[in-house]
Nanobody, 117 residues
Framework: QVQLVESGGGLVQPGGSLRLSCAASATIFSTYRMGWYRQAPGKQRELVAVINGGGITNYADSVKGRFTISRDNAKNAVYLQMNSLKPEDTAVYFC???????????WGQGTQVTVSS
């Protein structure tokens, strides 16, 4: 399994921007799927964005056009650029790395993102 550590969370105003980073303790192969999830109190954890091998991305409808996921395999990292932030984006954001072939499914500890009213 891969150890993941998120960073970059904080308090921002509506309409502001934030960039989340996720650093892996081991090599992230290009075929691994990497993604971001979020969970607010009393809410179910939801998929925000994923990026697969080959750079194919998928986003939740609620963040399309505002969030961008990217990866840097040389740095064993995945990023989430968040623009035009809304109060409903407030949540703990978790990084995930997954590979069905290698049976890898790792999660970070989460980083808090708070968007003021």
């Amino acid at each position: 399994q891969v150890q993941l550590v998120e960073s970059g969370g904080g308090l921002v105003q509506p309409g502001g921007s934030l960039r989340l980073s996720c650093a892996a303790s081991a090599t992230i192969f290009s075929t691994y799927r990497m993604g971001w999830y979020r969970q607010a109190p009393g809410k179910q954890r939801e998929l925000v964005a994923v990026i697969n091998g080959g750079g194919i991305t998928n986003y939740a409808d609620s963040v399309k056009g505002r969030f961008t996921i990217s990866r840097d395999n040389a740095k064993n990292a995945v990023y989430l650029q968040m623009n035009s932030l809304k109060p409903e984006d407030t949540a703990v954001y978790f990084c995930n790395v997954q590979s069905a072939v290698d049976r890898v499914d790792s999660w970070g500890q989460g980083t808090q993102v708070t968007v003021s009213s």
